[in-house]
């Protein structure tokens, strides 16, 4: 059965800090997805990333930078110079690669809520 | 900009009324996610749908819960009659699964209904 653990319930970090959400996952599946959403104070889930399990490429984009670790099953965010704004629950998310190779059903983690304090 | 849309956003009744949440998903897609969130589950899928068929609803609890697709351009959740336990956030996701796609398309999430079954 496909399993999403974020290991970190709360992080709390002063403005300008590095952070790092964890996240470690199981499948059974060769071909799957992984995905990072945000979700806000105003409740909304805002996709960040989508990653296929063949493209271990790390990613950045802008502050924002994920590390997939295929041999560790991780799929970790980094944030560099937090900023208020990203205060959120952040969750992580893994599916199935399904019959005609789509995204099926997400499996999410339990999120992270991340505070950024001024 | 294209989104998923849903309605009420919130929604209060009384244990044993009946409850129909609609979701607009963005137009073109194929395949529409039901989710529930609470704080003890977290997210988890209720159904899911594909060309409006539905594919999976062994998330949802089948004597009072039911999902459908009138037409490509709303889905519908119902609860009948409703229970205090029903109480969480509801979403509805979309996305497009292209035939012989070998990536996965991302989800995109409505705001979600809030519900509340005093």
């Known amino acids: 059965a496909q399993k999403v653990t974020q290991a970190q319930t709360e992080i709390s970090v002063v403005e300008k800090e590095d952070v790092t959400l964890d996240c470690v996952y199981e499948?059974?599946?060769?071909?799957?997805?992984l995905f990072w959403y945000k979700q806000p104070p105003s409740g909304e889930l805002v996709f960040l990333i989508r990653?296929?399990?063949?493209?271990?490429q790390n990613e950045i984009s802008g502050r924002y930078s994920w590390n997939f670790q295929k041999s560790t099953s991780s799929f970790n965010f980094t944030i560099t110079a937090s900023q208020v704004v990203d205060s959120a629950v952040y969750f992580c998310a893994l599916s199935e690669a399904g019959a005609q190779g789509g995204s099926e059903k997400l499996v999410f983690g339990k999120g992270t809520k991340l505070t950024v304090n001024p | 900009d294209a989104r998923v849309t849903q309605t009420p956003r919130h929604k209060v009744t009384e244990m044993g009324q009946e409850v129909t949440m609609r979701c607009q998903p963005i137009l073109g897609h194929n395949t529409v996610f039901w989710y529930r969130q609470t704080m003890m589950q977290g997210l988890e899928l209720l159904a899911y749908?594909?060309?409006?068929?539905?594919?999976?609803d062994s998330g949802m609890p089948k004597d009072r819960f039911s999902a459908e697709m009138p037409d490509a351009t709303l889905a519908t959740l119902k609860i009948q009659p409703s229970e205090p336990r029903d109480s969480a956030v509801y979403f509805c996701?979309?996305?497009?699964?292209?035939?012989?796609?070998?990536?996965?398309?991302?989800?995109?999430f409505g705001p979600g209904t809030r519900l509340t079954v005093l």
């Open positions: 996701a979309s996305g497009l699964v292209r035939d012989g796609a070998l990536h996965a398309d991302t989800q995109y």
């Open positions: 499948t059974r599946d060769t071909t799957y997805y």
């Open positions: 990653r296929n399990s063949f493209d271990e």
């Open positions: 749908f594909r060309n409006r068929a539905p594919l999976d």
